[in-house]
């Protein structure tokens, strides 16, 4: 009721209304979220249009600054009323020439290969000339199985164990939003304010960077040694492969 004493003496109440109603839902995240840095916000100063703005600000900087990344535009138009949508930073981009990428993600076109032009090319853009690139075996593809190559991987060396989920990053089917480029609102980088969307997205951020750093460890480790790393991630792949296949494999049953 304090916020609404701001309203009554201001002739454009109808508009200022429904700013507070998208700033009050703002709030209701930080009290939620940071409570201990809600707790610190003056409740008599937020009878102040412009600083209900500013604890709005202070909560979406928080959320920016602590969970995730927010777009600068989106954090600024805070600054004009609130906004009514949180608008994450996402890494959806196009793909461009392999060279453009980290050397993980060259590996992950070449074992997608059957999605390719040019599976050569892949190779060629890490840094192998024809004569070694012939070394390199096939990459298997997984088909329809349960894309859990990951966890087929165990057996293998620790850099080598998230190749499963590097090989979705250009498929974008890694299901984090922050690398596919859509969200729970189907499709786009928005999602309406609550605490239920600010902890799915903590999360898939911390998923997001956890498989960025694996991205990270496999190109450092491809690029000391591509000639021989890159046939040995390959063939790490295809065992992978090959035992979720022969897992999912189920014997015939005689009908007669």
């Known amino acids: 009721m304090e916020l609404l004493s701001e309203v009554t003496d201001d002739g454009n109440v109808c508009e200022r209304l429904v700013e507070l109603a998208r700033e009050s839902r703002v ?59 949180i608008s994450f930073v996402d890494h959806e981009n196009d793909w ?34 024809g004569e070694y690139a012939a070394r390199v075996p096939v990459p298997e593809d997984p088909g329809s199985l349960a894309y859990d190559i990951d966890a087929a991987l ?14 979705l990053i250009p498929a974008r089917d890694t299901g984090l939003v922050f690398y596919d480029g859509g969200c729970m609102c189907g499709g786009c980088d928005s999602v309406e304010w609550s605490v239920e969307n600010i902890t799915v997205l903590a999360a898939q951020y911390r998923d997001a960077c956890e498989l960025a750093e694996a991205v990270r460890d496999l190109s450092g480790w491809i690029d000391a040694d591509p000639s021989r790393r890159v046939a040995q991630a390959v063939r790490a ?18 009908a007669a």
């Open 27 to 85: 709030f209701a995240v930080f009290r939620d979220v940071f409570p201990d840095d809600f707790a610190k916000l003056d409740s008599r100063s937020l009878k102040c249009q412009g600083e209900t703005r500013a604890g709005v600000l202070a909560c979406v900087e928080l959320v920016s600054d602590r969970l995730f990344p927010l777009f600068a535009e989106a954090i600024e138009e805070c600054g004009l009323g609130g906004i009514p949508f």
């Open 96 to 129: 461009y020439q392999p060279w453009d990428l980290p050397s993980a993600l060259r590996l992950a076109l070449y074992l997608n290969h059957a999605d390719i032009d040019d599976p050569g090319e892949m190779l060629d853009s890490l840094g192998l000339n």
């Open 154 to 167: 165990g057996r293998e060396p620790r850099v080598l164990r998230r190749l499963g989920s590097v090989a």
């Open 237 to 254: 792949w295809n065992r992978a492969v090959e035992r979720e296949r022969s897992r999912h494999v189920r014997p015939e049953t005689d």
